[in-house]
């Protein structure tokens, strides 16, 4: 599959994605939303994710100001805009959403552990090691995670996190450099989707625009580009 091919049209609602924290937050991830009918964000230890309803109301950056507070440093994704005097952007970069085509076929691996609570510390550390992505203390809540362990050791892991209505983010997908290119982050990969579509769901996935042998490697296991789209970081005035 050539990198980057376009996704043909789902079989469920997609518009929801061009929003998708904001309508997690509003629906299966309510329980751990803060904010009001304009912007949302997770509970601090669960995602760092700040989402707004429609950046074209007025109001959205009092309410911003209210949910996070005065000199707060927040990150935000989609079609970010430009911030008003006195928002300072510390930095802005591009990103890719893939989801799931026709081409997926999941299958559950039977050598997959459930992670929890128990698991934090050793999820937090695999997830320092590697970088893929935002990981804190609680965010294993969002969703079912699983991971292999080598030598009683975890060395690779993936996860559920965003749940638009009809769609969930597989996320969090990390292995340890001596256990690279063995095939574990697909098997994880393939488990995930295959318990994410037994509940009716379909998948999709972010990655930075520039992890291209990442988005490659999602796209030989059936995913396809969606959208592009934009992920900034802002220092409330």
Do not use: C, K
């Not at 928002?87 to 989801?99: D, F």
Request: glycine share 10%; net charge negative.
């Amino acid at each position: 599959m050539p990198l980057m091919s376009e996704a043909p049209a789902p079989h469920l609602d997609a518009t929801v994605l061009d929003n998708a924290a904001w309508h997690a937050l509003s629906g299966a991830h309510a329980r751990f939303a803060e904010g009001d009918d304009l912007v949302r964000r997770y509970h601090p230890d669960v995602a760092p994710f700040v989402a707004v309803r429609n950046w074209d109301d007025p109001q959205v950056w009092d309410s911003l100001i209210g949910l996070v507070g005065h000199g707060a440093e927040i990150g935000l994704s989609g079609g970010v805009p430009e911030f008003p005097d006195g928002w300072e952007e510390l930095w802005r970069g591009e990103g890719v959403q893939l989801v799931e085509t026709d081409a997926l076929h999941p299958v559950p691996d039977p050598e997959a552990l459930l992670l929890g609570e128990a698991d934090v510390p050793e999820m937090l550390a695999l997830v320092e090691r590697n970088q893929p992505g935002p990981f804190l203390p609680r965010t294993y809540e969002l969703g079912r995670y699983i991971g292999f362990r080598r030598e009683g050791r975890l060395v690779a892991m993936a996860g559920e996190r965003l749940q638009p209505n009809g769609w969930t983010e597989i996320s969090a997908v990390s292995t340890d450099d001596a256990y690279r290119r063995q095939g574990l982050a697909s098997r994880l990969v393939l488990d995930v989707a295959f318990h994410i579509q037994q509940r009716g769901d379909r998948a999709l996935m972010h990655a930075s625009a520039t992890n291209v042998g990442a988005i490659a490697a999602y796209e030989r296991l059936g995913f396809a580009l969606r959208t592009r789209t934009t992920f900034a970081g802002v220092r409330v005035p």
